[in-house]
């Protein structure tokens, strides 16, 4: 082979050398992209909606509660026809927010969650705690079953009315506002701005 031609074919390799040197330390030098999960508005309100009915309170109490039924005439409680008992009883009063209300709003690395009101999500009487503390029976006025319906029923209100009086409502709400906000703090990024109201 000449030596000229032998001069230009190692020029040649040489220049392919370095062309491919310079491509493989560009290749793994440039920066790394994130392949971290994705934190789309949408990924947020799904893992947000997860939670569901979601629980942030609990108000447990024992209460005492009376029934009295009795016979009138023209306003005037009839001798010997009371018939009436008085109970206390365990009871359990549980609020939370419906989570999938929740609205999740997404700028960038800006997250906003409007949370639901909060409600009062279930409402148990522990039957078994029930303690009869005076009971009076008149064969006038005999008590049904329907006469203790009418009783729990109108004192889970009271109850219920009790819990909104106190102002729980809302300190289940702020519960459950701190409870989210932590929640996105521990998936989202530090760089994230996280807003729950």
Known sequence: MNVKYKDKLIKILLALVIAMGCFLIGYFSRPKEETGPSHSSVTIEATVRELAEFTTLEYNYTNIGKFENHKEFYGWVIPFTTSQFIVTYDGSIKIGMDMKQAAVIQNDKEVTVHLPAA??????????????MDETYSIFTPIVITDYNAFYRDQSIVMENKVIEKGLLSEARESGIKYVEQLLKNILPEDYKITVK
């Open 119 to 132: 409600r009062i999500v279930s409402h148990t009487i522990d039957y078994d705690s029930l303690e009869v």
